[in-house]
């Protein structure tokens, strides 16, 4: 039997580790305690701050700063050119915030001149295996977002929001504060705050009261809230004046308050309701 190769040693320069393999453009800006390894790619317009870890065949491209402790798994690219036929090849960019963890075979794709011109991820998200953030996409702080859900450009989603497995969003889509989207549902219309929504197409199911629980909402508050939820889906009348009585009914409640600024902020989707 052949003797099995020596492994490759991983030279440290400054802080940084970087296995031979791997492909670092001398343009690229590496903080302290940065490991690169094998079969890595790195460009001429990438920041990658202390402590990020790209594990193996990653590849980070474009105008794009990695934050401070991310991981980024294998086969995952970050900062690659939009999907978008109207790019020209303008220098947007692509941010990803602080211990952000980036699973296996997902593509964050970097903005567009005719966008905001920059995807951004938050701090302290978890993107699993085979999901995609399109274009110009801007996503909160701790959001969630499962196995293979895929999202169109120019979506929002909300910090504490989970996005199950196999989710659909539409481009400009909004998805509010610790929402929920249920597994394989197709969203065409913004969620609310603290909203459920699941289906295809999907429909507003109620609150994400489990989500409430896990962010620390106390009873009272997830109470007035399904009160709310009542007044706004469930009562008769058309929608406008169920949104006048909620304004005037939880009149100085601070969590009634977001999700009436979430409703009445401009949108190019318009709202999911219940059925």
């Known amino acids: 039997m052949d003797a099995l190769p020596e492994p490759m040693t991983m030279p440290k320069t400054a802080g940084v580790m970087i296995h031979p393999t791997a492909i670092i ?15 890595c790619t790195v460009g001429a317009d990438v920041v990658i701050e202390d402590g990020a870890r790209l594990v193996s065949h990653v ?3 474009g105008h794009t700063r990695i934050g401070e402790g991310v991981e980024l798994f294998p086969f995952c690219t970050v900062g690659l050119a939009p999907q978008d036929l109207k790019y020209r090849g303008e220098p947007t960019r692509c941010e990803v915030g602080a211990r952000t963890q980036i699973r296996e075979h997902c593509t964050i794709h970097r903005g567009t001149a005719t966008g905001v011109g920059t995807t951004r991820v938050g701090t302290d998200c978890m993107i699993m295996a085979v999901a995609h953030v399109a274009h110009d996409c801007q996503l909160g ?14 979506v929002r989603i909300g910090d504490h929001a989970v996005i199950g497995g196999a989710a659909a969003i539409h481009q400009f889509v909004r998805v509010g504060r610790a929402a929920m989207i249920g597994g394989v549902s197709g969203v065409e219309g913004d969620v609310i705050p603290f909203g459920s929504v ?4 999907a ?18 508050q997830i109470l007035r809230l399904h009160g709310a939820f009542r007044t706004l889906f469930s009562d008769e009348g058309v929608f406008a004046q ?32 219940a059925e």
């Open 141 to 154: 702080n701790h959001v969630i977002i499962a196995n293979n859900a895929v999202m169109g450009g120019h």
């Open 59 to 61: 590849v980070v491209d």
């Open 198 to 201: 699941i289906g295809n197409r």
């Open 242 to 273: 169920r949104l006048e009585k909620a304004r005037a009914q939880y009149a100085g409640d601070a969590l009634m308050a977001e999700i009436l600024a979430f409703i009445d902020a401009p949108s190019h989707r318009g709202l999911i309701r």
């Open 203 to 220: 429909r507003l199911a109620g609150l994400n009261v489990i989500g409430l629980k896990r962010r620390g909402f106390d009873k009272t």
């Open 25 to 39: 453009h001398p343009g690229a800006e590496l903080g302290h305690d940065v490991f690169i390894g094998p079969f």
